[in-house]
């Protein structure tokens, strides 16, 4: 049987309970994805791997690099802990959005479209495009620092540059889902080689990093400064937008819609967004270790810039390529959080909205919209502004994570909507946890920032 044949049988296995002008979930590279149907199992996790490397994309992207410096520089390795458990939370969800979109052919914004009434759908909706767009901003400032910091270029400059990044999206998937995968696992070897060179260098105290990830400190709560770093750094690795995206995105698989075939599917995504984001770990702690390294301890506790860093990473680790290791990896960070920015908005409006405009179109939308108040801010408050824009838009991120995580967990957690497929009442507790954590921290950043 062809690749062809298979993936036709897939799609034709899509569930009769829709309403008829409802499409698979990206459906020019859905069920497009041949896996084998018996063999070793490293044959099926190859198969599968990939979306999770998409997603973990979103957990490393240049919002995280604001978040992660300015916590290491003031505070040491002490905000080890919320990325850890910012990690954590990233690895349940993330299964939670991939078994969401095997077992019902839905992604996230298609099921919010089938079960809630319309006004909670546009509230929704609205939350989800202001996530994307924060996201977006931070990666037009992330890409225009690093082509300032590598070639010179102004930074307004490198702004507008990042407009033509789009092109770039549309030749990948015109190629074939496979190719725009190659191209994120590419760039996530580049950064990851980038931070591994500079954790060598750097050879920071393991009992402390160790002591620090598994054991928190009050003062994270207590500490608005700290906490409004720490609510930023979760903003930035639990992406609401990413929920949308994963849940879509592994349906580009051919699996067979059967419930065993589901299964296996679940196990395989699971296990491969698990070990996406176990690098997105390394990547997170490895910036914050670094700045611990260079910046806490040497009186330079004040570095919350890219650029700053960037001109004091060399002398303070006594590398000379190190500064040039960090813009390099921070270009790739901008250049692949492109992907799944553009894929998250075209699966949030095709879910919501059922609206289908061209790819290039709604990139440039997007992008455009970032790219104004980046050019705005550099133009009157130079670099310092952009550095806070950047920390502002993950921390806008955090407050938009409810609006995805609550839809989320409600769904996978009813037997109604997911048949044999509903997650356990332990795991459903956990999720709930998780749901309930991220918004008492979002609470109280509020509380403090209205109470001064």
């Not at 690099?65 to 002490?78: C, E, I, N, R, V």
């Not at 002591?211 to 500490?223: G, K, L, Q, R």
């Not at 949030?348 to 104004?372: H, K, S």
């Not at 909507?417 to 998780?434: Q, S």
Request: glycine share 8%.
């Amino acid at each position: 049987m062809s690749d062809a044949e298979v993936a036709a049988i897939s799609r034709s296995a899509w569930r009769f309970d829709r309403p008829n002008d409802e499409q698979p979930s990206l459906r020019e590279v859905n069920a497009s994805i041949t896996v084998p149907k018996a063999g070793v199992w490293f044959r099926s996790l190859f198969a599968f791997m990939g979306p999770g490397y998409m997603v973990s994309v979103g957990y490393m992207d240049p919002g995280n690099w604001a978040t992660d410096l300015a916590g290491g520089a003031q505070f040491g390795y002490t905000l080890l802990f919320v990325i850890m458990l910012s990690n954590l939370m990233a690895i349940l969800l993330q299964a939670l959005a991939a078994r969401l979109g095997i077992a019902t052919g839905r992604d996230l914004a298609q099921a919010c479209r089938a079960y809630y009434p319309r006004p909670v759908n546009f509230l929704l909706w609205v939350a989800c495009e202001l996530a994307i767009i924060a996201c977006d901003l931070a990666e037009v400032i992330g890409t225009a620092i690093a082509l300032q910091l590598l070639f010179g270029i102004p930074l307004i400059g490198g702004a507008i540059l990042t407009a033509f990044d789009a092109f770039v999206v549309l030749l990948l998937m015109n190629r074939g889902f496979r190719y725009l995968e190659a191209f994120v696992i590419a760039l996530l070897i580049i950064i990851f080689g980038c931070f591994a060179v500079q954790i060598f260098v750097a050879a920071p105290p393991a009992g402390t990093i160790l002591h620090s990830m598994f054991v928190p400190s009050a003062e994270i709560v207590t500490n608005p400064t700290m906490l409004y770093i720490a609510i930023g750094i979760i903003g930035a690795t639990v992406m609401p937008h990413n929920l949308y995206l994963h849940s879509s995105i592994v349906q580009t698989r051919a699996y067979e819609r059967t419930d065993a075939g589901k299964r296996d599917a679940i196990r395989w995504a699971t296990t491969d967004s698990t070990i996406a984001l176990i690098l997105a770990l390394f990547v997170n702690a490895s910036i914050l270790i670094v700045a611990a390294v260079a910046f806490h301890g040497t009186g330079h506790q004040d570095v919350a810039e890219i650029g700053q860093a960037f001109a004091l990473l060399s002398p303070l680790l006594g590398l000379s390529i190190a500064s040039i290791l960090f813009a390099i990896a921070l270009l790739a960070s901008g250049l692949n959080s492109t992907v799944t920015a553009t894929l998250a908005g075209q699966i949030v409006m095709e879910g919501f909205l059922r609206l289908r405009i061209p790819q290039w179109a709604r990139r440039l939308v997007t992008r455009g919209i970032a790219i104004v108040p980046v050019v705005i801010v550099t133009a009157l408050y130079g670099e310092k502004g952009t550095a806070q824009l950047l920390v502002f838009s993950q921390v806008i991120l955090s407050m938009q994570l409810p609006f995805a995580v609550v839809p989320l967990v409600q769904f996978v957690s009813d037997k109604n909507k997911m048949g044999n497929f509903a997650i356990p009442r332990g795991v459903a507790a956990l999720a709930w946890v998780v749901a309930a954590i991220i918004l008492v921290l979002n609470f109280k950043l509020l509380f403090d920032t209205f109470a001064g």
